[in-house]
Structures are given as C-alpha cells and as structure tokens.
C-alpha cells in the first residue's frame, strides 16, 4: 500500500509542477506578447493629438502598449544623449539630421533601410524625402515624419500694381524688386541680414555653385553670387536699410506692413501671413539662379523618427514610427507642428495651411538640400555667416573676404 500511495503523490507532485510550469510559461507569453514601446517626441501646442494617435495604435495592436512622452523642447537632446549613455534610452524618438552624425558615431541607431523598403507606406513618401534623411555613412536612419522647405513670399498686390509676375529666376527677381522699389517708403526684397539668415543666402549662393568644403566657397562663382546679393543691398538699394541687423520677426513685419514686396521663409509663416494680408500674399519656389540639376537651391527643415539600437523591441517599435508615418495618422500628427505631412496622400486633400503654400512647399522638395551636419556647420550658421553678412552688407569688407573668412571654417 505504501508504494502506491507514495506514487500518486509524485504523480500529484509531477502535474502540479507541470501546472505551475504552464502558467509559468503563459505568463512570461503574455508579457512578450504586450511589449512597451518607451517613445519620446516633442510638441509645444496644447493640442496634443499623441493620446489619440497612441489610442488608435493599440486598438489596432493590442499585443503593444506605447509610452509615450512629451519632453520639453529647450532639454530635449541633453536628456536623449544623457539617456543613451546612461542605458535608459527610449526605444524610439523624434530627431532632427543635425544630431544624425553623433547618434551614429555613438552606434545609438538601428538600421531601418530594409524595413522601409519592405513598407507598404514607402510608396505613399514624396519624393526625394529619403534621400534627404539619410545617414553621414549612406544608411538609413530615419524615418521622415514632418518638414518643411523655403520658398518666395510675394505680395500679390504689390506685383498687380506693377504688372509683373512671380519671378522664376534670379534676373527676374533682380528686376522684380528694382520695380517694386519705391524707397523709403517700399522695398523690393526683405533680406535676413541677422541670424538665421543664412538660408535665404543660400538660395542666391548655392545655386550657383558654392559648396561646404575648401575652397568651396571661394570660387569665382561663389564669390560673385556672394556680390550679386550685397549689390542688392548696396547699389541697386532693393533691400531695406535695416537688413543687416534684421532677423525673421523684421522681415515678416516688414512684408505684412508693405514695405517688403518679397521674403524668404517657410510654410510655418503662412497662417499668420494669410490673417494679415488674406490673398494679398502668395508664394512661389525660389528663382533659378543657376546651370543645370544644381541651378536652384533651398533649404530644407527636417523631423524624423527613429529606432535606437539598444531597443529590445525593435519590430513593435517599428511598427509605431511607421504607423505615425502613415496617411491620415501623419496628417493628424502634424496638425499639432504646423509642419508639412509626408505623404503624397495627405498632401492632396491637406487642410492645415492653404494651398498655393502647400504647393509651393512640395514643389520645392525635388531641389530642397540640407547643410552637412559638422562642427563647421554648426559655426557658420550659429556665429560666422552672421558676422561677416554684416560686415559684407555696410561695406567693412569685400565679398572676396567675406567668403575668404568664411572658407576658413572648412580648412581646419
């Protein structure tokens, strides 16, 4: 009697272990099954629309919970480097191409080119977009989810007045602002001779040949662009006065006023243009100032998504960054930026901004470039094109060494 009793408590022992075991077992299923993505972004509206876009997200992927975490603008990156380096990274986050370069020389992002390429939604992405975001090393990082690119403000009005059209290349602009010109009372052009300036710069310089590296801006070419803006400025008098010192809330002021018949900025700007001046405002791409592929140049202003290589649930984050890269979901993810959406979907019925802006902005895109993330880069647009603009526009140096000056940064 004792064996048996002895064994049908092993028994008993076995299958309450065998119980145990598969509880076990569904239980740490259950946890891989609902993975957390930890996702960091950062938007200054109060009209949030994350929770919804996390709330549709879940509905639709119930094996995957999104934390998602509005961090403040001003610390955004010292906390994402912080974060990295401490082992406490978020598994995906919103990023801009300027940190590209660090983040992979730190080895902090995945490689997301195969999935992109294995995305359905790769189709939907306007052109160029891609290309535009991709990584120091020809990899791809990231995944666009906003921009917005530079384009010619005008005054429709002013240009009736004078019987002229939006100018499509540099001569035309030329004469355009010299028409429009009726000082001081009227000018032309309203240039950005303050900081931030650099990129309407840009788009008379670079157009015509100059580049970011030695010598690159030192060129016949480079240096007689530089002059045809200063010429502007100082002989043909199509800038206002206070251009050298004036940075974007003068220029903006100037062109909703009438005093400037023309600027330079992006789609960001056109909801409050269109309160002051309703149709008396439209916009058109910059003009053509050179030869070729390379003849028109604009800047390009970027977010992204991307997915940290330290994730531990790469495809569930995956699946997050391309969904807010989707059709409706991006759109409604940009009506809290004011950015443009990415997608050529939702560019067609797009309701956020009017649409000869929009227009404007996606026509753009095909000649849209951005400035190689350096430390070179970094000083020219933060401290050196300010400077020598400045001294260039009231005649304390030539062109020649102003761009002399500037060819330094690249030198080093």
Sequence with gaps: MKSPTRFARLKSL?????????VATGLAAG?????TVRFWYHFDNPANPMSDLVAKFEKANPGIKIEAENVPWNSYYDNLYTALIGGNAPDAAMVKLFAQPRLVEMGALEPIGDRIDAWPGKADLLDNLLTLNKGPDGVQYYLPVQYVVLYLYYRTDLFAEAGLKPPATCDEFREAAIKLTHAPERYGFGLRGGKGGWDQWG???FSRGAKFKAGGLTTPEAVAANQ??????QKDKVIPPSAPNDGFQEIIAAFKSGKTAMTIHHIGSSK???AALGDKVSAVPVPRCGEGEDGRWTSYGDESLAIFSSST???AAWKWISFLAEGQNNVDFNSATGQMTVTKSGAKDWKLHERRF???????LPFAHVLPATSATSEFVNTAWQTQMQRALTGQITSQQMMDELNTLFTQ
Aim: charged fraction near 20%; proline fraction near 0%.
């Design 203 to 205: 788009s008379f310089v």
């Design 14 to 22: 076995a299958k309450g272990l065998a119980v145990a075991a598969a």
């Design 31 to 35: 946890t891989a099954s609902a993975e």
């Design 313 to 315: 649930v790469k495809d």
């Design 272 to 274: 409050d243009l269109v």
């Design 358 to 364: 929009v227009d404007a902005t996606i026509e753009s």
């Design 228 to 233: 045809w803006v200063i010429d502007l400025f």
